[in-house]
């Protein structure tokens, strides 16, 4: 670019020079030059002029590209270094904590602020009114069943549920009695991210209702009457139990296995009748202490798996199993068995049941074979997108359950209502029942009102 630039200029200069010697030269040689060789180097000059002034606009943008790239290399060096120092109080921060790992840990004195932060009290309350036919109409229930959460620290967990009702003393009395009932109390300790231990009295993983579905979460003021009737709801013992990822896509298997006492006898004796499913807890009504009513205890467990398709589109299905000696003399077995399933299609619609056999013997009776099942659908108006006031506060919930006892009763009922959201935990539920039995002292129909609150 330099080269172009002197030589541009040296021809400038032997032109001028030309000219100022042109009046000089003899009068013969200056007419020798005609218009259009002066017009062409006019021309000429002019285009050298054109091109010097080019060369100087491209020079001064490279010297601004110049410029920027030395900026854009001080900000890189900046940045590396600043990175630099990060890495290296990163690793130090390591270093730390890898040494305070290695060393027993000193466990602080516990203060109130850090109790109350891993204190937490959970639960719901009920009030339930009755009117079913041949009877009169009244507020049945009145429930408070408060759960008491604990965090000992990252590992430990400890948890315990209550039943506080009001019972009507009449006939036999008057006035009322008021029932407070331990409903489990069990201490977890996680071992890994996918096993836990627990030990205690354990809500029992026969099927999901009595872990899930109790309660204000149950929608339906009634529990199941196969799961009433056929299951125990909990159980004294040890349990583990965890999940396993099955891919990236939050697909889960679900497992636990348990140890209990198992189911005992209210009499002492192996008849049908005497088949407690949860009484055996190891305390006799007397005072007195026995490990266990027989002498072995029951066992078992559930597998499921859990597939969710996309948020909130989500299939679960689950068995689960559980055999235990039940007579004191521990001649004869109780066993269930539970096929689980629930679904939910969106925010607004779920579908959920569950299918329950028993048998056990007895001394009086043989094998007494039980079976029943429960279907349950809910589905919330708000997917219907209609601007309608109070609409979508509703859902409507219906159920169909059955119980065939062993016994020789057999009971049918189909229930419909709903449910309205004051809140998302102050429940207003309403319900009819059909109810189909062979057995006389039950009701043909019902209604049932209750307001549920979940706290």
Known sequence: MKNKMNSSRWLLGLLALGCAAGPLLPQSLSAEVSDADFNALKDLVQKLNDQVQSLRQTNQLVQQQHTQDVQQL????TK???????????????????????????????????????????????????????????LLLSDFAPIFLYRGGDNILFEAGFDTTLANNAPSGGGYTTTFNLSFAQLDYV?????????GDLLLPMGTYSERGAGWLNKIPEDPLAVDALLPGS????????ALPLGDAGKLFNYSVFVVNGPGSADGTGNAGSLDLGGNVGVLSDGSTQANL????????????????????????????????????????????????????????????????????????????????????????????????????????????????????????????????VTSALLLEGYYDFINSTDPTQPSNQLILQISYGF
């Open 235 to 242: 159980g004294v013992g040890a349990e583990l139990r965890g």
């Open 191 to 199: 071992i890994t991210d996918y096993l836990t231990l627990c030990a």
């Open 74 to 77: 001080q900000e890189l060096q």
């Open 80 to 138: 590396l270094a600043q990175t630099q120092q990060t890495a290296a109080a990163a690793e130090q921060k390591s270093d730390a904590a890898v040494q305070a790992q290695s060393q027993p840990a000193l466990r602080a004195p516990l203060d109130e602020a850090s109790v109350n932060r891993n204190f937490q009290i959970l639960g719901d309350a009920e009030v339930k009114y009755v009117n079913a036919d041949h009877q009169n109409g009244s």
């Open 294 to 421: 027989h002498n072995n205890p029951g066992g078992g467990g559930r597998l499921a798996v859990f597939l969710p398709f996309k948020p909130r589109y989500d299939l679960e299905l689950g068995v689960s199993a559980m055999v235990s000696e039940w007579d004191n003399a521990g001649s004869h077995l109780w066993g269930a068995g539970v096929v689980d399933a629930a679904l939910h299609l969106g925010p607004n619609l779920e579908l959920k049941g569950e299918y329950i056999a028993s048998r056990y013997g007895s001394d009086d009776l043989g094998t007494i074979n039980q079976y029943g099942w429960f279907v349950q659908a809910g589905y919330k108006l708000a997917g219907l997108n209609l601007e309608f006031p109070g609409l979508n506060n509703m859902e409507l919930v219906g159920r169909y359950d059955s119980l065939h006892d062993g016994l020789g009763t057999t009971t049918d009922r189909y229930s419909i209502g709903g449910v309205y959201y």
